[in-house]
């Protein structure tokens, strides 16, 4: 992941754009912020939201601490926990409320039961399923915890990543076979690949977040190479005109910087080359829109770009071949394990199950036994 444009942490003199990077003594910060989000399982994402507000109040840049937590963002699975689908739960609502002139207390617990008559519910749960789908009420379903150090690394290459979008040249250079990093490089521009070495000049682009990932991917790469270097000549802020040298070297910053595994994206690549698609088979709008820096709109715009026939289901595009795919593989599963569902999914090229689940309508809860996340199909109503 690349870290939002306005959590960019650098410092700018005249010489030289040096990203500030997490060192280790922010190891103190990282474990308090991992231990907020591992304590904050099976909670909502609003009480998640107030622990975090509270580090910022703890002496740190809170662009250094919303920064680290955006990293911990992109390792958390977030679900909706309704007996109810929200959307729907809202609109018998809303249809039943509407019949009465006016909605005094008594009237709502009237309408509560009424709705949940019909759908063969208690009132509770379709009263705790109307806002169920707003962001702040979804809840944490699963977590994948970094050790404090892993954090600290990921923090620095998503800023780097970020700050290297801004880049008007980027010269690398490595040693040994470099096809995937000249790979990488073609995808930002054309290379101009000499042995062991690549200078890239970029054109400018309205979306960074776009350029980011592409940046990102480059800069992944070039850490699984040897003696690698990298020069670029930053514009950052755009509104200065003037640019200013960024370097980075695996002596000195090899050990800073990791990357996350990106098994997911070449499973997409690898499956879909002949179409020459931006995106997968399934996107998640939500996660797809972060991890791109752009909003849900603008992601939209670029999926249509694409020309390729997708399905809308709520939060998710769906090729209609990958859905009937999905429903059938996904009815072979049986048992209510989330692990054998995100096994499977994720197999499919689906980074973050939860959404697809709901939107084929099944639900992700918490066991009250075992305390486990376990999936069952929604309820229907009963004709």
Known sequence: MILPHELIRVRRTKNALTPLFADPEKISLAKTLIAVYSESRDRRRGDLMEGLASCEELGYDFKLVRGLSAVLDSRCIFGTRSFVPPVKARTMLFEEAARRPSVSERDRVEVLSNVAEGLGVASADVDESMYADLLEEQHLIDFKEPSPDELLRLYNFALSAVVLAYSVRIVVGYTGRGEAVVKAAEALGEPDVKVGSLSIDLKPVKQVGVRGTKVERLLALLLEAKNWSLRADVAYPARYR??????????????????????????????????????????????????????DRELLRLVEGDKVNYMRLPGVLVTPEKLAELRAGIEEIGGSDLADYKTYLKGQGCKNPIPVLEALGYVVEIDPETRKPCVSRLRRRSS
Do not use: C, W, Y
Request: aromatic share 2%; hydrophobic share 35%; net charge negative.
């Open 242 to 295: 003037e640019t200013r040298p960024l370097e980075l070297n695996q002596k000195l910053h090899g050990g800073s910087l990791m990357a996350e595994p990106a098994e997911e994206e070449l499973i997409i690549e690898i499956k879909a080359p002949a179409r020459k698609r931006s995106f997968g088979d399934i996107v998640v709008i939500d996660d797809e829109a972060h991890r791109r820096g752009v909003t």
